[in-house]
């Protein structure tokens, strides 16, 4: 006999608490397992099959090939070590909110299609945007990352150009316009670039414009930059400032780069994915300077608010021009609420959209926005901390401000006089560094120098992990220099 529908209630429940088990002792235990995945390329492929199963499997046979094979090829990004790339870092109510997501498994692409999801978005983003200080202006909606907040963005500011009519032309073969120009700075994030390829500006049409020894923008670059472009016959039509540069968590001046977007009626959009969180601590406000003048801005809680990813929220002043540029009116999807409630679908270029909003109203309750606040707070005061410890050493150096919790630094021992030995040594030190497993850091090039970044944001971080952190980085010098 064939068997049909689900799998057994009765079998549901019973693997369901085994597996709320499983993962109360996974993250009772993560410590306990090396931080950066120490398998080789293939090795997680070669122990499983080429061929389906035709016939269903046990549980039990299931996961015990997660424990054997999975588990091994996993860089636990939940790990108290982890001070890598920014954190992302699942907490419990966001675990168990994702877990009712999935059971419920609506499809918000419409109010009508699930009332609730399209009004608790609503809800949780006003919240968030009174947590961050953002003026009534705003307002938001959730997609999956940073880079597809940021594309969307891009394809507003593009759209927000009336006379070029690009919804209905398109850019390609087209000699009555203009080339686009799009602005960012040196160190902005690589997501700004795909989303140019995306939106048909194209890598050329990204102008980078250099930084100050802060490796903050420099707006007067930019301003000669823009002036240059449009008497070339460009058009410059977005700037992408950033609070919280990837490799160094700079910040680029968004209150003088909003002048120069707003006397040449350029829209600013603000990337502000890994930082931006961090203004809902008081003292840390002044991180969104400025962005009261932007057309968009980007901020993901699945970075420093503890909401497993993914959820990336972007926040924007022209809500019409965001519609203007993605609405459709399909006949099967008119509803006659149109007029007076928000489908989300009419904002992007995904239908289908999760119940995201669900883990980011559990996270934002669970915690209290006190119990948040004192979190970042503390994360700010270990990286600060760290940072300390370095300076205060002679072995190491520091290579770029700590604005944050984020630290960039290398080693410089006395014996090694040039700069290409001293990358050398400092890639060669991080790598035995995660090497150990007990601990896992990540690196960029500041000025043309190797640098160790170490990041500070992660739920399950405490003093004591910056501390073991700081004594593995020793450790690991002292075998390197012998
Ligand atoms: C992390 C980050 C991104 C990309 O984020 P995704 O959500 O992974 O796309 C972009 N910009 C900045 C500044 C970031 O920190």
Redo the contacts with the bound molecule.
């Keep these: 006999m064939k068997e049909f529908g689900d799998m057994p209630i009765e079998e549901f429940k019973k693997i369901g608490y085994e597996f709320i088990d499983w993962i109360a002792e996974y993250l009772q235990t993560i410590s306990e397992k090396p931080v950066l995945s120490q398998v080789q390329p293939g090795d997680v492929k070669r122990k499983l099959p080429n061929e389906a199963p035709l016939d269903g499997e046990a549980f039990d046979k299931i996961f015990a090939d997660l424990n054997q094979i999975i588990i091994p090829g996993m860089t636990h990004w939940n790990h108290p070590n982890f001070m890598a790339y ?1 954190n992302s870092t699942a907490s419990g109510p966001g675990i168990l909110a994702e877990l009712l997501s999935g059971a419920f498994n609506i499809n918000g692409m419409l109010w009508k299609s699930c009332p609730s999801s399209a009004e608790l978005e609503e809800v949780t983003l006003n919240w968030l945007k009174k947590m961050l200080g953002l003026d009534n202006g705003f307002w938001g909606i959730i997609y ?5 907040s ?1 594309m969307h963005a891009i394809a507003a500011a593009r759209e927000s150009i009336d006379d070029y009519k690009i919804r209905e032309k398109g850019l390609a073969g087209r000699d009555d316009i203009g080339s686009l120009r799009l602005y960012a700075s040196e160190h902005a ?1 690589s ?1 700004i670039d795909k989303g140019a390829i995306t939106v048909g500006v194209g890598l050329n049409g990204v102008r980078k414009i250099p930084v100050d020894s802060n490796f903050s923008m420099i707006p007067e670059k930019l301003r000669e930059a823009i002036l240059e472009d449009k008497s070339k016959g460009f058009k410059p039509f977005c700037v992408v400032a ?1 609070v ?3 490799s160094s968590t700079s910040i680029d001046p968004v209150t003088e780069i909003a002048k120069i977007c707003k006397e040449e009626d350029i829209w600013l959009h603000v ?5 931006g969180t961090a203004a809902i601590v008081p003292e840390m406000k002044w991180l969104m300077d400025g962005c009261e003048f932007a057309d968009s801005i ?1 901020i ?1 809680p ?2 420093w608010m503890f909401v497993p990813i ?1 959820l ?1 929220v972007l926040f924007t002043k022209k809500r019409d021009v965001l519609r203007r540029a993605f609405s459709l009116e399909a006949e099967y999807l008119k509803t006659p609420h149109n007029a007076d409630v928000t489908n989300y679908m009419d904002y992007g270029i995904q239908l289908g959209r999760r119940f995201r909003s669900l883990k980011l109203w559990f996270v934002i309750r669970y915690f209290g926005v006190n119990g948040l606040i004192d979190r970042i707070r503390e994360h700010l005061r270990l990286g600060r901390l760290f940072s300390s410890w370095i300076e205060e050493d002679e072995r190491f150096e520091l290579l770029a401000p700590v604005p944050l919790s984020t630290t960039c630094f290398r080693a410089v021992p006395a014996f090694i006089k040039t700069e290409e030995e001293l990358n050398i040594f400092n890639e060669n030190l991080m790598n035995n560094i995660n090497s150990t497993g007990r601990v896992f850091l990540s690196h960029t090039k500041l000025n043309g120098k190797y640098t160790i970044r170490l990041v500070v944001s992660g739920i399950r971080t405490e003093a004591k992990h910056v501390e073991e952190a700081w004594q593995i980085i020793q450790e690991e010098y002292q075998k390197l220099v012998r």
Excluded at 271 to 275: E, K, L, S, V, Y
């Design positions: 920014f999956d990352t940073a880079s597809t940021t994030h997501s950033t919280g540069t990837t990337d502000a994915a890994h930082a980007v993901n699945h970075k993914d990336s």
